[in-house]
């Protein structure tokens, strides 16, 4: 019985960058002798266990061999004969297909070491096409990648755009597309994820709401990017320099569908996109089982992010209305998030990456005297129900008012 660290680990050890948790890959044993030892099993399709202490990993070496279309077919074979480069072959990356012994010795047959030092996204064999899964994984890890400048391999390149034409990706269950899209989200380069899947022909499959934007022009006055899935992948690499949420990453990467359906006859123009937007929103959600949190922000993002641009122009009442339809008042911790998507959605634009956006101070200060506003007085005078509302109303749009005069002009 002999013992392999694999995969990430090793991958991230020889990059220098954290090694967050460990799979260990064993050669020789079997499923009763592990138990023997105290380990785990807790695999459902091939025998995997758990360390009886540390509580990592275990797998005994495999085969694997398709037998459906899809993700979840395949035969998995572990037995002892099994040997740890056979167990390598059946990995995706090169890069990936990196096992260390336990005196420290590298095991390397598909020279991953090299792919590493080239940056290179490589993968093992053409057994990669046969799960679609590989793909949304590989889009992930080179978004995770990207400060290290990562590139993907041009067979591969080749091999992903086949996987695509092949129908393998209708296979795919709507939580495990989602799953890779939030890691994807949360790294250092989102971007990157969106602009694999569309190079290789995904993203229409996966997301046709966010491919059917490119090609699609905006007014070259107010956007002189003109495409507008050229404007949104800017969005997005403003809202990942602004924040570090996935949350606001995923607000600015929706905040335009409306303006894929917008009709031909009317284009550049794209009157009513924001409605059209959240309804767009609603459904992508709904179809990839988006969670809520995501959901919320992206359709106030979506449906108010123009006011908040025009927010000098807007009178105090209409201004009140804004407060109210992101909710600041009762959900304050909302507030800076959905700033930071609007702001991205500002700066994604050719040439306003550095501009200053003062609308957001205005909107920050216009929450806060509204806020400022006590309902006690006006529960003391006798008011409740509707009238107490609308009396409590009425004085923060005053506030909001009385706020604007004092402030220093935009300009």
């Known amino acids: 019985m002999q013992v392999f660290l694999v995969g990430g680990a090793v991958r991230d050890r020889l990059l220098g960058r954290p090694v967050r948790e460990r799979d260990y890959v064993v050669v020789g044993a079997t499923p009763a002798a592990m138990e023997a030892l105290g380990y785990r099993p807790v695999g459902r399709d091939f025998p995997v266990f758990l ?15 398709k037998t459906a279309r899809g993700y979840h077919g395949f035969a998995f074979h572990a037995d002892p004969e099994v040997t740890l480069e056979q167990d390598l072959a059946r990995r995706d990356l090169t890069i990936n297909a990196i096992a260390e012994a336990e005196d420290g010795r590298l095991i390397d047959p598909f020279d991953g070491q090299r792919d590493l030092d080239a940056r290179v996204l490589r993968h093992v064999s053409p057994a990669f096409a046969e799960d679609p899964v590989r793909l949304l994984r590989l889009a992930r890890l080179a978004a995770q990648l990207q400060p290290f400048g990562f590139t993907v391999a041009a067979e591969t390149a080749r091999l992903l755009r086949e996987l ?4 393998e990706l209708d296979a795919l269950v709507p ?7 939030e890691k994807a989200l949360a790294s250092p380069a989102p971007v990157r994820f969106f602009e694999i899947l569309r190079d290789c022909g995904a993203l229409r499959v996966l997301f046709p709401e966010l491919d059917r934007l490119f090609g699609v022009p905006q007014p070259p006055r107010y956007h002189p990017e003109i495409d507008t899935g050229v404007h949104t992948l800017m969005v997005l690499e403003q809202a990942s320099q602004l924040s570090e949420s996935p949350e606001v990453r995923f607000a600015a990467l929706v905040h335009d569908l409306g303006k894929g359906n917008t009709p031909a006859e009317v284009l550049p123009s794209h009157h009513g996109h924001e409605e059209r937007g ?3 929103i609603e459904a992508l959600s709904a179809r990839l089982r988006v969670p ?4 919320e922000i992206a359709i106030r993002v979506a449906r108010y992010h123009g006011w908040v641009h025009r927010v000098f122009e807007l009178r105090p009442v209409t201004i009140m209305k804004l407060v109210e339809g992101i909710d600041a008042l009762r959900r304050p911790e909302g507030l800076e998030p959905f700033l930071h998507a609007v702001e991205a959605d500002f700066r994604g634009r050719k040439d306003f990456a550095e501009r200053p956006y003062p609308q957001a101070e205005a909107v920050r200060a216009a929450v806060q005297a509204a806020a400022a506003v006590s309902p006690q007085p006006f529960l003391e005078s006798g008011l409740k129900g509707p009238k107490l509302g609308s009396a409590l109303r009425r004085a923060r749009i005053a506030a909001i008012a009385g706020q604007r005069r004092q402030a220093p002009s935009e300009h």
């Open 51 to 65: 360390h009886p202490e540390t509580r990592e990993e275990y797998a005994l070496a495999r085969t694997e061999r």
């Open 164 to 167: 695509v034409a092949s129908g």
């Open 175 to 181: 939580e495990r597309v989602w799953a890779e899209c």
């Open 278 to 280: 959240v309804r767009l």
């Open 292 to 295: 809520k949190r995501y959901r």
